[in-house]
């Protein structure tokens, strides 16, 4: 809550108290008016007084560049980024990034309510508003372990403690639950109550949509075609356009933006990998994509200001003008979008601090103790049913191949583009490994693996032998969950991710400079793929067609049920 004195504001915008800040000789980007004005901002604790002749303890003459208020991302998972989440925080703030709505889905599924409360924590008090939805597919599939679950009542607990932390219930992945009316599912909707819910319906239509809707979701973010979120705009949701580092829906869906319906889409990112962070930005790329695209400069400013501030009801947010928070960015053009300052309730990004608040979890890393026959695979059959790679989508199909057989196992067989896959649940050491092969992941040597594994985050491994594959489990246990590539027994490159095998406790650029690295080894081992931990990281999703592999074992998703690994 944001408490204030009213009477020595309102002394302060009439002119009678000196202002803390005058931002003089702007071009207003007005995202209430819909236009661009000369202006002068004058700003007191953090608030904007108004526009004006103000005396202010400091002047800053701008010579007609453009004034922005801070952009607001409406979805975001922060673990995508790797950063811990006040380092995210203090990342974006730089790009002009003032608020931002994330779903701590991720983390949620490796430590339950623990995971949200550290995110919690984390960002408390920070220069940057975070805002966050309670994960509502916590686990997401029967069909796979996750570290935790998450019902009403645990949402309940968590809404009564942080009350003013939670706008409402996260992206519903699970709308077949919601049409069929699974009891679960509507009970966390009846626990949201009038908050928002987000929504997450890829290709729904029709009467199902229309129950989706009624039953409560009012935004979606999953729209690839022009003509499903026309439909879903019709229907009443907010469109969120995606622009992230796995999906680009600005150039499809962006003709859907008019004069009559533009205060009902939002651009967002769903997710942004710190390469892409690093080289692109954040919220401030999407501006420069979206006018490159067409988009009217002011409409797009207003779809990461104004727009989601309004969905979410974020009061005092979205706009430069009397009463709202003095969260500006200053901009050398509406086209370029290059940035030359950023205020934060009136100061300075370079003036606030970004640091930790809070302990990071201890190491999430608990599978049970695997052997040299740990990956082996007993012969049962001719053919195994392989997951293919697909170049550029994360959806796969299934192959019917023959595996090398050696001493009666079935082996990796690079040289035709067939290599070993294991899932290892890491989150109650229960002993589960899920065994398959993947084709055309594109390495002929060593083994690479992961604990970002959609959606449970196990640890995914893809290899070309059984040691290499063990010796990455050991390594990633070791160092608390990461990325690494491992090649004779020995480590290549590897990034730890120690907070929940899913973040970084570095800053962004030693990230990127281990991403780098991983890169650079995965090159060395033959890799064709620009970034094969990302391909790796859904290969383990068991809601994306077609064929998936979770500690389980083979998941058929157009059937939603397991699957024999070999053809009978």
Not at 28 to 53: E, Q, R, Y
Not at 417 to 432: I, Q, Y
Not at 483 to 492: C, I, N, R, S, W
Request: proline share 4%; with cysteine; net charge negative.
């Amino acid at each position: 809550m944001y408490s204030f004195n009213r009477l020595e504001m309102i002394r302060a915008a009439r002119g009678e108290i000196e202002a803390d800040l005058l931002i003089a000789n702007v071009s207003l980007v007005n995202t209430l008016s819909g236009s661009i004005h000369p202006a002068d901002v004058a700003v007191k604790d953090g608030m904007v007084l108004g526009f004006g002749a103000y005396q202010a303890a400091r002047v800053i003459d701008c010579r007609g560049a453009y004034l922005c208020p801070g952009f607001i991302e409406a979805h975001i998972h922060i673990e995508s980024t790797l950063l811990a989440p006040h380092v995210f925080a203090g990342t974006v703030a730089f790009m002009g990034t003032s608020a931002v709505v994330c779903d701590p889905h991720e983390i949620t599924n490796v430590l339950g309510a623990q995971g949200i409360e550290y995110f919690i924590e984390a960002t408390r008090d920070l220069p940057v508003a975070v805002y966050f939805m309670l994960p509502s597919c916590v686990p997401a599939t029967h069909l796979e372990s996750a570290g935790a679950k998450l019902d009403a009542g645990n949402m309940q607990d968590l809404l009564a403690r942080y009350p003013d932390r939670f706008l409402g219930l996260g992206e519903v992945m699970n709308f077949p639950g919601v049409i069929y009316g699974d009891a679960g599912v509507l009970n966390k909707l009846d626990m949201a109550g009038n908050m928002i819910i987000d929504g997450h319906a890829p290709g729904l239509s029709g009467k199902d949509l229309n129950a989706y809707i009624l039953a409560g979701a009012g935004s979606d973010h999953e729209c690839v075609k022009y003509e499903e979120a026309r439909e879903k705009l019709e229907n009443g949701m907010h469109v969120m356009i995606r622009q992230g580092t796995s999906q680009h829906n600005l150039v499809e869906l962006l003709p859907l933006v008019n004069d009559r319906n533009w205060p009902c889409f939002s651009m967002v990112s769903d997710d942004r990998h710190p390469e892409d962070l690093a080289e692109h930005g954040h919220l401030d790329d999407n501006l420069r994509r979206a006018v490159s695209f067409g988009l009217d400069p002011v409409r797009a400013v207003q779809m990461v200001s104004i727009n989601p501030a309004r969905y979410f009801g974020l009061r005092r947010r979205g706009a430069i003008a009397p009463g709202f928070f003095a969260d500006m960015v200053l901009v050398d053009d509406l086209k370029g979008f290059h940035i030359r300052q950023v205020f934060l309730k009136g100061k300075r990004v370079e003036e606030h601090s970004f640091a930790g608040r809070c302990q990071a979890p201890g190491n999430s890393m608990h599978f049970h103790e695997l052997s040299d026959n740990s990956f082996a695979v007993p012969v049962s059959g001719e053919k195994v049913r392989a997951i293919e790679v697909i170049p550029g989508q994360i959806i796969t199909r299934t192959a019917l191949l023959r595996p090398a057989i050696k001493k009666g196992r079935a082996e990796a067989d690079p040289e035709n583009g067939l290599v070993k896959l294991a899932v290892v649940e890491r989150h109650n050491a229960t002993g589960n490994v899920g065994l398959g092969f993947v084709k055309g992941l594109g390495f002929d040597r060593g083994a690479v693996a992961s604990t970002v594994a959609h959606d449970s985050h196990n640890l995914i491994i893809a290899g070309t032998n059984d040691k290499d594959m063990l010796k990455a489990a050991f390594e990633a246990r070791k160092m608390g969950g990461g990325l690494l590539a491992v090649q004779d027994g020995k480590v290549l490159a590897a990034l730890a991710l120690p907070i929940a095998g899913l973040m970084s406790d570095q800053h962004l650029a030693g990230v990127v400079d281990s991403m780098h690295d991983l890169s650079r080894a995965c090159r060395l081992m033959g890799f064709v793929h620009d970034n094969p931990f990302m391909i790796l990281s859904f290969l383990a999703l068991p809601v994306i067609p077609e064929l998936k592999l979770t500690d389980k074992g083979l998941v058929d998703v157009n059937r939603f049920e397991a699957v024999d690994l070999w053809v009978k």
